[in-house]
């Protein structure tokens, strides 16, 4: 038997409270975005409210600043500090202005209402302008609905602009003082998340190794969620990189090793699938939710190389969770010499051929995490290195060195007019306003601006009918769970008006927090928030909260009518642009990779494997209201799956052969085969024939036929010669790409044939 002290190591056991605590807060919420923003939204309001409450405010004035302080706060999103600041000065005047034509239009129903559309148009339009034109849009929006839920009027107006100033200046104190976020500390924060995630995969992995028949489904989903949650903060962190790290070259080093980790984990799981699994697992099994677990034998508990595979997952977690600042020592040395001797066979157990894949496997991971301390900017001490750790740490450094920092500028075709998405959006949400404004007046000469607000809001961060569908709908059911807790609200804090505001600021924190999660939830705090506000006002009534349900209600099938009637972009159209933009990224990515392996120049591959999960996260998206839970096109939220489990597993192995192609000028293992760019001709023209098909071609058709192995093979007249042999391991990918891209042909309808030789 082994003993746990020699193969465990280290133990996550032994590390404190606070550093599990944290790596959790870390897992669960990347970079502190989250409560970041809700922190900074929260401390905002009520350092607004205590200076108004030092000045001796009424409560219009109260819920007046508070609301502008919302407001000021969560439209500026822009990542650097000086151009937060620069929107946040130039949103005061904006603010300013809105609130003043909103106390001077608000007895002007036809007037009034005029400004109102226009403004909404000029919201929605500024969007393509930026974050800047999007956060000044959105101010002078949602200002101006605050003066009419405040009832502005000439007289008050003095006081309520210099409310607004007193926001606006409070927002920047919590924002830059109080609550800073700088672009390097989010990345370091995202770097931090991306360790504890991988600690959490790998947690799932050791739970798939030891699962039995009955419970290899809750396991395999585990790390599939895993799996799919690392991938989200790689990509949170790559986004983040060029504010975050002082020049390019450093920029592209963490690219790297976050991409190395990324990779290295989700092929262990694989190859523990396949350890567990009678024949080598799929990949898709890993990506398409649902996906029934394939037939599996519970490992010998007894068997020496199971508890020792076992005792190494826990050693790998531990390096991974150690991977941080300042954690050395000699017991943490110990580890990684032992599984970094795996990579080149070193003290493998006697056990079937696909176990020992697993403990190879486990030394690539235990590589890639070396290399990921390097990247978390940890020290690197090499006193106890052994042989094999001393190659792996000249490979990693002979690749930074080789990094290069070129970046080529690539530029897509910008369309014009009423094909630009944030004209087609403005008008789209312009005349669903119009209607809404119309409506609601019908249901309530006070509260018809809530229609409008629904209307405006469903269009946010939407780009199809079906995802403004899917929206309108969750705001609804937030806004009719949220009038049930504003009532019970509302009946608690009687008129206690500090104990209402205290409520208000914990809606807020939820609000803010659950906001990326759900919208339900949002719309449901949001509902709840303001039953507290009119109970402030003293004008909450049932009928009050059974009106801002109609007005939603009346506002979501405005917004919904408008997508459809007016320059409607159907979900199937908008899915279909996104996945010829997939399948292109994909040709990019698998052309630039073999070329590489085929001794062609050094490209930006990891850019193109980006640029390719960026595309693949677009799609993803859009196939939601497809994929949602209520729709009830069963065969086609089934379809779009499909479809994108299989994009996902093409983008692995497409992500999986550039990072090895970038190893080529450094790996002593790896070596360029000129035959490979003959040998994935035919998977590109597949490729090709799926995006042809997509884009309304209808004369295509994708080609099966023999191995890429065996396509190698024919080119030399028999086995492979010494020199430039190709790794098991590239063809592997190439071989899974192939039966991936053949796989996209059915459910898209493409024809499969095998041509005749």
């Not at 949170?236 to 450093?250: A, K």
């Not at 976050?258 to 799981?269: C, K, Y």
């Not at 007016?566 to 990779?593: M, Y």
Request: hydrophobic letters at 45%.
């Amino acid at each position: 038997m082994c003993d746990g002290r020699k193969y465990g190591g280290v133990r996550a056991a032994g590390r404190s409270v606070r550093t599990r605590l944290r790596d959790r807060i870390a897992a669960s919420d990347p970079g502190l975005l989250r409560l970041t923003a809700a922190l900074r939204t929260v401390g905002a309001i009520a350092l607004t409210l205590a200076v108004l409450s030092l000045l001796g405010a009424v409560v219009t004035h109260l819920v007046a600043g508070a609301m502008a302080g919302m407001v000021a706060t969560f439209s500026v999103r822009e990542k650097q500090r000086g151009r937060q600041a620069v929107t946040l000065a130039l949103g005061l005047p904006v603010a300013l202005a809105s609130v003043s034509l909103g106390a001077l239009l608000g007895t002007r129903v036809i007037a009034g209402d005029v400004f109102f559309v226009l403004l909404i148009f000029s919201a929605v339009y500024g969007r393509r302008f930026g974050d800047r034109g999007m956060a000044l849009g959105m101010i002078g929006f949602q200002v101006y609905a605050m003066s009419l839920f405040v009832g502005a009027t000439v007289s008050a107006l003095p006081g309520l602009c210099g409310v607004i100033v007193v926001a606006f200046l409070c927002s920047a104190a919590v924002r830059f003082a109080l609550v800073p976020a700088t672009p390097v500390g989010i990345l370091e924060r995202l770097r931090e998340a991306f360790r504890a995630r991988l600690a959490q995969l790998i947690s799932a992995q050791l739970e798939l190794l030891d699962a039995g028949p009955d419970g290899i489904g809750k396991a395999l989903a585990d790390v599939r969620e895993g799996t799919a949650r690392l991938h989200e903060t790689a990509l949170m962190i790559q986004s983040r990189l060029e504010e975050g790290t002082p020049d390019e070259s450093v920029a592209r080093l963490v690219q790297r090793r976050i991409a190395d980790a990324e990779i290295t984990a989700e092929r262990l799981g694989l190859l523990l699938l396949s350890a567990r699994s009678a024949e080598r697992a799929d990949t898709l099994t890993l990506h398409l939710p649902g996906a029934p677990a394939p037939s599996v034998a519970r490992l010998p508990a007894h068997d020496e190389a199971t508890a020792r595979l076992r005792l190494d997952l826990q050693a790998l977690r531990t390096l991974v969770l150690r991977a941080g600042p300042g954690r050395s020592g000699t017991a943490l040395a110990h580890l990684r010499n032992r599984l970094l001797g795996y990579r080149e066979g070193e003290n493998l157990p006697q056990a079937p051929p696909a176990v020992q894949d697993v403990f190879r496997g486990i030394g690539e991971a235990a590589r890639a995490v070396m290399g990921l301390r390097s990247a978390l900017g940890g020290p690197q001490d090499e006193s106890d290195d052994s042989p094999a750790t001393t190659r792996s740490r000249e490979e990693l450094d002979a690749e930074d060195a080789a990094i290069d920092a070129g970046e080529e500028e690539t530029r897509e075709e910008e369309r014009t007019g009423l094909r630009r998405p944030t004209t087609r959006a403005a008008v789209q949400v312009a005349l669903g306003s119009s209607l809404a404004i119309v409506g609601g007046e019908f249901l309530s000469a006070q509260r018809w601006y809530w229609a409008v607000l629904t209307c405006w809001i469903v269009f946010l961060n939407t780009a199809s009918t079906g995802e403004i569908l899917v929206k309108g709908y969750r705001r609804l059911l937030g806004t009719v769970l949220g009038v049930v807790a504003g009532i019970g609200l509302a009946g608690l804090v009687g008129h206690h008006t500090w104990t209402a505001l205290f409520l208000v600021l914990l809606c807020v924190f939820a609000m803010f927090y659950s906001a990326p999660l759900s919208y339900t939830l949002t719309s449901f705090f949001v509902t709840a928030m303001l039953g507290l506000l009119y109970t402030l006002l003293h004008t909450y009534s049932l009928s009050v909260l059974v009106l801002r349900v109609e007005e939603t209600a009346l506002g979501a099938a405005c917004g919904i009518l408008a997508a459809v009637l007016v320059l409607p972009v159907r979900t199937d159209r908008r899915t279909n642009e996104l996945l010829g933009t997939v399948l292109e990224r994909l040709t990019d990515v698998t052309e630039a990779a073999v070329d590489q392996l085929s001794g062609g120049p050094a490209a930006d591959l990891l850019d193109k494997a980006r640029d390719l999960d960026q595309a693949l996260g677009d799609l993803r998206s859009a196939t939601k209201p497809l994929t949602h839970p209520i729709t009830p096109l069963r065969a086609r939220r089934d379809t779009a799956r499909y479809v994108v489990a299989l994009l996902e597993t093409c983008a692995y192995h497409a992500r999986s052969l550039a990072a090895t192609a970038e190893l080529l000028p450094t790996h002593p293992s790896i070596a360029a085969d000129p035959r490979l760019r003959g040998a994935v001709r035919r998977t590109v023209r597949n490729i090709g024939a799926i995006a042809a098909q997509v884009g309304g071609e209808r004369d295509t058709e994708v080609e099966t036929g023999p191995s890429i192995a065996s396509l190698l093979e024919t080119e030399t007249g028999g086995a492979a010669p010494r020199y430039g042999r190709i790794t098991d391991r590239v063809l592997r990918h190439l071989e899974r790409l192939d039966e991936a891209v053949v796989g996209l042909a059915r459910p898209l309808g493409v024809p499969v044939v095998t041509p005749k030789r």
